[in-house]
């Protein structure tokens, strides 16, 4: 079994930046598929970024240019780090792992593990 949990969040400005993380526990993440999400109030959960354990990484069209995601096998860790941000992008923010090593899925239902979210507010 594996337990993530997210930190990182809070309150910005628009055009302020946030740094991400999301620690794991019982398992080691170095073989997943790690990847974070986002649900703002009244949407549904949508795929923000996500990175194979190579290294490979894939990112939604709206974060392109302005959200990195990156992982350090040896703490166990993944992040994202939050640039430019803007007022559509307060949600709140899920890390996931998925077992399949091999792609790195949009679809929430493809992970397998889900942490319990922290909250992004920007402010405009």
């Known amino acids: 079994q594996v337990q993530l949990v997210e930190s990182g969040g809070g309150l910005v400005q628009a055009g302020g930046s946030l740094r991400l993380s999301c620690a794991a526990s019982g398992r080691t993440l170095s073989s997943y598929t790690m990847g974070w999400f986002r649900q703002a109030p009244g949407k549904e959960r949508e795929f923000v970024a996500g990175i194979r354990s190579g290294g490979n990484t894939y990112y939604a069209d709206s974060v392109k240019g302005r959200f990195t995601i990156s992982r350090d096998n040896a703490k166990n860790t993944v992040y994202l780090q939050m640039n430019s941000l803007k007022p559509e992008d307060t949600a709140v923010y899920f890390c996931?792992?998925?077992?399949?090593?091999?792609?790195?899925?949009?679809?929430?239902?493809?992970?397998?593990?889900w942490g319990q979210g922290t909250q992004v507010t920007v402010s405009s």
């Open positions: 996931a792992a998925d077992t399949n090593p091999w792609r790195i899925a949009i679809n929430r239902d493809d992970y397998d593990y």
